[in-house]
């Protein structure tokens, strides 16, 4: 039977690859450096060290090698992502209209960029999904922060990720150390010319999405009470990741579903009001979950992000009930327009393909 937005893949995991190795790097990655910030009191300082552990998600090599230099290209990145959104919130006024709408403009040039980015330099997880969220939420943060002391922050989450991701390293069984190494090396990372003509064509769709589903967010924020545009931006991307044109819009459609999930657990967390250190601990096994998944159930692993970014900018404002009307409302508006411009795309390649032939091209 058909199953064009792969209904059945909702509750079916795909294949283990070590998933948990990674997840503990990934769990211990961005708990640690929470649990410091909150020992020195310095919790409106979270967010940077949340955005940088990001590096620890860069770390499914397989060797400490190439480990090392996938977190070096993928934190690396992050950590210039999180630079430029300091030094555009030293400037932005996002209080005023106009301050939102170039705003959104610098996460649209921030979503193409990076996503060429990640295809050039072949990072994995493609895409500029984690770049527009950290890029939108450091820079349109409701309070100042001294720009010293986030990159502080960040860079020390970053040193962080890169020593837990060669944890293991001089103990590694000979056998995973011999078949490690038989592994090519890309560090210098070399791309066809059609893998690169290819990155900069979809780095238009990147670019489409993300400033569509903002543009319509932000314009639609007076009438549905919205605060949260950019979570429109990081939706839009979403479904731009896929082999085909099915595979992208199931994931778009996956995404809405399983934040509607997510969300109810985030309310049950809201609702319980524990304390900070419970949850950095929830935090923890929130990324942990996110890792065990999210190669193997694309629905399931948003169950756990939606909670898991939820808290991760909300820790220095406190939990609000609101997160949940606007992540919900968002998701749905990103994820629609995401779909939208995979649709169009799709029709274009046709049309191109069709007239190709008529003409003997």
């Not at 997840?23 to 450096?33: D, E, H, K, S």
């Not at 996460?107 to 950290?134: K, M, Y």
């Not at 579903?257 to 601990?281: N, R």
């Not at 609000?320 to 995401?338: H, W």
Request: hydrophobic share 55%; net charge positive.
């Amino acid at each position: 039977m058909d199953d064009p937005l792969h209904w059945k893949r909702l509750f079916t995991l795909g294949p283990a690859q070590k998933d948990h190795r990674a997840a503990l790097r990934a769990g211990f990655g961005v708990f640690i450096p929470l649990l410091v910030l909150v020992g020195i009191d310095r919790i409106d300082l979270a967010l940077f060290a949340v955005f940088a552990a990001f590096t620890n998600i860069y770390g499914r090599g397989p060797s400490f090698g190439l480990r090392l230099r996938a977190q070096l290209r993928g934190g690396g990145l992050m950590w210039l992502v999180i630079l430029a959104a300091l030094l555009a919130g030293s400037v932005l006024d996002t209080d005023t209209d106009a301050g939102m709408w170039i705003a959104i403009a610098l996460t649209t040039l921030i979503s193409g960029a990076c996503s060429v980015a990640t295809g050039l330099l072949q990072i994995r997880p493609a895409g500029s999904l984690f770049h527009i969220f950290a890029f939108a939420a450091v820079a349109t943060l409701p309070f100042d922060v001294h720009l010293g002391e986030a990159l502080i922050t960040a860079t020390a989450t970053f040193a962080l990720g890169l020593l837990l991701g060669q944890t293991g390293r001089w103990w590694q069984p000979e056998g995973d150390r011999l078949r490690a190494e038989a592994q090519p090396n890309p560090f210098g990372v070399r791309v066809k010319d059609t893998v690169r003509k290819a990155v900069w064509i979809e780095s238009v769709g990147y670019l489409v999405a993300a400033a569509a589903a903002g543009a319509l967010a932000h314009a639609l924020q007076p009438v549905l009470s919205t605060d949260h545009t950019y979570w429109a931006m990081v939706a839009a991307v979403v479904p731009l990741v896929g082999h085909t044109t099915r595979d992208r819009v199931a994931r778009g459609v996956h995404r809405v579903l399983g934040t509607v999930v997510g969300l109810g657990l985030m309310a049950a967390v809201i609702w319980a009001g524990p304390p900070t250190w419970i949850l950095l601990l929830i935090i923890g096994l929130l990324q942990f979950g996110t890792e065990m998944l999210i190669i193997r159930n694309y629905f399931w692993a948003q169950v756990c992000v939606t909670p898991l970014a939820l808290i991760g900018v909300s820790l220095a404002q406190g939990l609000q009930t609101s997160l949940l009307y606007d992540r919900i409302i968002e998701t749905a508006i990103g994820s629609a327009v995401g779909i939208a411009v995979v649709l169009a795309g799709s029709a274009y390649g046709r049309f191109l393909l069709r007239r190709g032939r008529e003409t003997g091209d």
